[in-house]
């Protein structure tokens, strides 16, 4: 589905778009009869950007049926499923990997996504792409469709997926030069900061923490491989690096998935029956969180939502506390880490989120870079797994075998302090310049 519109003024010439998260012309998210019965309306704050800046809208992309955050994959009743441009038996990733994938393709320059879980830095991984995902009330956001309109105890993002860091900081500059918050409420007013993003105020010797294992789920060995290298590039950069420990990601996820479904599920069970459909499978795991649970009461929101500022209060003490672990004396001024716990994996197997849905529950902002592509080698040797700690660390570790995931690309994120986008992309920008002069 392609739809091309003029604008006067172009910064970026041609990009693609996720669907279904927009009210433009009609969508194929979601439903097959909303696919049919669903005229959009080209007005939504992301969309005044555009007619401003933008000279074409290339196409939109398949996602998940469903509202995105339902899956880390990709597979809707209109067209059916769409697999890694690098291994069709692998998954792009979801909910934004039509986005991934067509990129991957060179089908489009650019791409934009939602994140609330992951979509925007999963795609981007399984892919091997960059992928954005900022904090909330930073990006333009309304004027989006979805279910569960109105619900705020968990906030999805607008990021960008491209081919270079360059790009993601180019979409940035663009959306928030126009002032997207004279027309969206929710929206800070903070103009985007292009100095910063290129590095002035960046330390010379940066404070980088490395997350290894969130401790419920270890990754795979070439995630553990890819971040011992990023780890010895940047020590012989004169970099200073340190572990950060896992900060209760189990109890994290287990409070999102509530977050996610504060009405038990019953929206989307709602929408499924009222288009005679039945859940992708990947639907289907996320909405059994809920099996069998009532919705919340207001009382009972009002308590997740203080365990979700404990949490968040917690894990910005622990980030200051890196201070008295560092040379400099500084807290960090990332942590480098995971985007999941495998590369690419088979279709219909995702189980663990906590490498990227975490950081969506603390509202830190992270970016996904890549790194390489596997190549399953007979004679290649691999460390054996640690010990599975629980059921869901057991079925993971059992997917590992290298002829799965040839040709896989291999991805990392950075993670930084909440609303400081520039930074982030100021420190990606010398971690890779790092590797690039320092790799062995």
């Known amino acids: 589905m392609c739809f091309l519109f003029s604008a006067r003024t172009s910064y970026l010439s041609l990009f693609s778009i996720k669907d279904g998260h927009?009210?433009?012309?009609?969508?194929?998210?979601?439903?097959?009869?909303?696919?049919?019965?669903?005229?959009?309306?080209?007005?939504?704050?992301?969309?005044?950007?555009?007619?401003?800046?933008?000279?074409?809208?290339?196409?939109?992309?398949?996602?998940?049926?469903?509202?995105?955050?339902?899956?880390?994959?990709?597979d809707n009743n209109v067209f059916g499923r769409t697999v890694n441009p690098f291994n069709r038996n692998l998954t792009p990733g979801g909910s934004s990997g039509g986005e991934g994938a067509l990129i991957a393709c060179h089908g489009s320059p650019m791409g934009v996504g939602t994140d609330i879980g992951g979509s925007v830095r999963i795609p981007a991984a399984h892919c091997g792409l960059y992928g954005l995902k900022g904090s909330v009330a930073r990006?333009?956001?309304?004027?989006?469709?979805?279910?569960?309109?109105?619900?705020?105890?968990?906030?999805?993002?607008?990021?960008?997926?491209?081919?270079?860091?360059?790009?993601?900081?180019?979409?940035?500059?663009?959306?928030l030069d126009a002032k997207p918050w004279l027309n969206e409420p929710p929206l800070l007013e903070m103009p985007w900061k292009r100095a910063v993003a290129n590095g002035e105020g960046l330390p010379e010797k940066l404070a980088i923490a490395?997350?290894?294992?969130?401790?419920?789920?270890?990754?795979?060995?070439?995630?553990?491989?890819?971040?011992?290298?990023?780890?010895?590039?940047?020590?012989?950069?004169g970099h200073d690096v340190i572990e950060w420990h896992a900060v209760d990601h189990q109890n994290g996820w287990d409070l999102i998935a509530k977050l996610y479904l504060l009405d038990g599920g019953a929206e989307y069970r709602e929408t499924i029956r009222a288009g005679g459909e039945r859940e992708v499978p990947q639907t289907e795991w996320i909405l059994k969180h809920a099996q069998g649970r009532e919705p919340y009461t207001p009382a009972n929101i009002f308590k997740l939502n203080l365990e979700r500022e404990a949490l968040r209060s917690k894990a910005l003490a622990h980030w200051n506390a890196t201070h008295t672990r560092t040379v400099s004396g500084r807290p960090v001024d990332a942590i480098l880490c995971p985007v999941a716990p495998t590369l690419a994996p088979p279709h219909d197997t995702t189980r663990w989120w906590g490498y990227s849905s975490h950081w969506n529950l603390l509202d830190l902002p992270g970016v996904v870079f890549p790194v390489g592509r596997f190549t399953a080698t007979p004679s290649a040797t691999y460390p054996p797994l640690p010990s599975s700690r629980n059921d869901v660390e057991n079925f993971i570790h059992g997917q590992w075998n290298p002829a799965t995931y040839d040709n896989a690309p291999i991805s990392l994120q950075l993670v930084g302090r909440r609303h400081n986008e520039e930074k982030l992309l100021a420190v990606l920008n010398a971690v890779e310049k790092s590797f690039r002069e320092n790799a062995l």
């Open 22 to 74: 927009t009210k433009l012309l009609r969508t194929v998210m979601h439903w097959w009869w909303k696919f049919y019965a669903t005229p959009g309306q080209f007005y939504t704050s992301k969309h005044r950007v555009r007619r401003l800046y933008l000279s074409v809208i290339l196409c939109t992309s398949s996602c998940i049926r469903l509202l995105g955050f339902q899956s880390l994959e990709t």
């Open 139 to 175: 990006l333009p956001h309304s004027g989006l469709l979805g279910s569960h309109d109105g619900m705020d105890a968990i906030v999805g993002c607008v990021g960008p997926l491209a081919t270079s860091a360059r790009d993601l900081e180019l979409f940035c500059r663009v959306m």
């Open 210 to 237: 490395i997350l290894y294992d969130d401790g419920v789920v270890a990754p795979h060995p070439p995630i553990t491989q890819a971040l011992n290298q990023y780890k010895d590039t940047l020590v012989r950069a």
